[in-house]
């Protein structure tokens, strides 16, 4: 009985211990992602020149990578299940993949800082049925220096962003923000016009 009683205390640290640590763990990887995203802040996204490359396995097990994809025309859309304006977007890149596949066009998406889970329920809630991929260790978000979420590139046949500026003063290559339809397909023409 005198051994029971004198478990209990240590059954009770060893839990405390355990319980702090996982929280511990979890402010320093919050911690990890907040300065990732302090330091990309610094520098503008990109805007010209060759797309970096990349690698991803989807969330079907499916791997892509940009040099693979040379030859087709890329919209590269980056979103989070918990970005409320990536709601806004998901149906035009979902259609635009249905109107465009056939001739090329690869739409892919990357999951920025979510949860796998979150994530599969937010393709299964828009039915997207292009490729979507978690961007884990946010390695691609930092390659393209993102900005935030939703954020898209338009990459041509030969693996460089699209050249030029709209009529409204934006670069082609990228959209900051919620994509409008209109944009989306206008770009996508131009890609195919390349």
Request: proline share 6%; aromatic share 10%; glycine share 8%.
């Given at each position: 009985?005198?051994?029971?009683?004198?478990?209990?205390?240590?059954?009770?640290?060893?839990?405390?211990?355990?319980?702090?640590?996982?929280?511990?763990?979890?402010?320093?990887?919050?911690?990890?992602?907040?300065?990732?995203?302090?330091?990309?802040r610094g520098a503008p996204p990109l805007e010209?020149?060759?797309?970096?490359?990349?690698?991803?396995?989807?969330?079907?097990?499916?791997?892509?990578?940009?040099?693979?994809?040379?030859?087709?025309?890329?919209?590269?859309?980056?979103?989070?299940?918990?970005?409320?304006?990536?709601?806004?977007?998901?149906?035009?890149?979902?259609?635009?993949?249905?109107?465009?596949?056939?001739?090329?066009?690869?739409?892919?998406?990357?999951?920025?800082?979510?949860?796998?889970?979150?994530?599969?329920?937010?393709?299964?809630?828009?039915?997207?049925?292009?490729p979507n991929a978690p961007d884990l260790g946010?390695?691609?978000?930092?390659?393209?220096?993102?900005?935030?979420?939703?954020?898209?590139?338009?990459?041509?046949?030969?693996?460089?962003?699209?050249?030029?500026?709209?009529?409204?003063?934006?670069?082609k290559a990228n959209w900051i923000g919620p994509?409008?339809?209109?944009?989306?397909?206008?770009?996508?023409?131009?890609?195919?016009?390349?």
């Amino acid at each position: 009985m005198t051994e029971s009683v004198a478990q209990a205390p240590q059954k009770r640290r060893t839990v405390s211990f355990l319980i702090f640590g996982i929280i511990g763990a979890f402010i320093i990887g919050l911690l990890v992602v907040l300065a990732i995203a302090v330091r990309t802040r610094g520098a503008p996204p990109l805007e010209s020149g060759a797309a970096p490359d990349f690698t991803v396995t989807t969330f079907e097990g499916e791997t892509y990578s940009l040099a693979d994809l040379k030859g087709r025309p890329v919209v590269l859309n980056f979103w989070a299940s918990w970005c409320i304006p990536c709601r806004d977007e998901a149906p035009a890149l979902q259609r635009a993949w249905e109107t465009y596949k056939d001739r090329g066009v690869m739409v892919l998406g990357v999951d920025y800082v979510d949860t796998e889970s979150d994530a599969k329920k937010f393709i299964a809630e828009f039915r997207q049925t292009y490729p979507n991929a978690p961007d884990l260790g946010t390695r691609i978000s930092q390659a393209f220096r993102i900005s935030g979420v939703p954020e898209t590139y338009f990459i041509d046949r030969e693996g460089k962003m699209l050249q030029g500026i709209d009529e409204n003063g934006r670069v082609k290559a990228n959209w900051i923000g919620p994509l409008p339809e209109e944009v989306l397909i206008a770009r996508i023409e131009e890609l195919l016009k390349q």
